[in-house]
């Protein structure tokens, strides 16, 4: 069956290099930038090895507040100085030191009323 008029084109003995170019062309387009592309594929590669990292720090973090935990709860001595020191307590033989840093405080050397206006 030969293919004449205006749907001759569809005849593969028809088709030019031009056309496997263009039609290589719009396949490999939507390939790359279509909705499943590779494009796409690249995306969900990095935010998967974003997601691994951000896990392995996150165990990091629980392995460490979790040996917290444990010394928390094996020493009395360590519990009870982590505990005055988030509440802010003293025991009696206790003294704090408060030290202020890039604050120098100014003597005040006047006696008396001031005489500035």
Do not use: C
């Not at 969900?44 to 979790?66: G, H, P, S, T, Y």
């Not at 408060?98 to 100014?106: A, I, N, S, T």
């Amino acid at each position: 069956m030969k293919y004449s008029g205006n749907f001759s084109f569809l005849h593969p003995q028809n088709w030019t290099w031009k056309f496997y170019f263009w039609v290589s062309a719009i396949l490999l387009g939507l390939n790359l930038l279509g909705s499943r592309g590779m494009v796409h594929h690249i995306i969900l590669l990095q935010e998967e090895v974003r997601l691994k990292n951000q896990a392995i720090a996150l165990q990091q973090q629980i392995d460490e507040n979790q040996m917290k935990v444990k010394n928390f709860n094996r020493f009395p001595v360590a519990r009870a100085r982590a505990i005055r020191e988030e509440l802010g307590f003293l025991l009696k033989d206790e003294i704090s030191y408060e030290f202020l840093k890039d604050h120098q405080v100014e003597p005040n050397l006047t006696v008396g009323p001031s005489s500035n206006p």
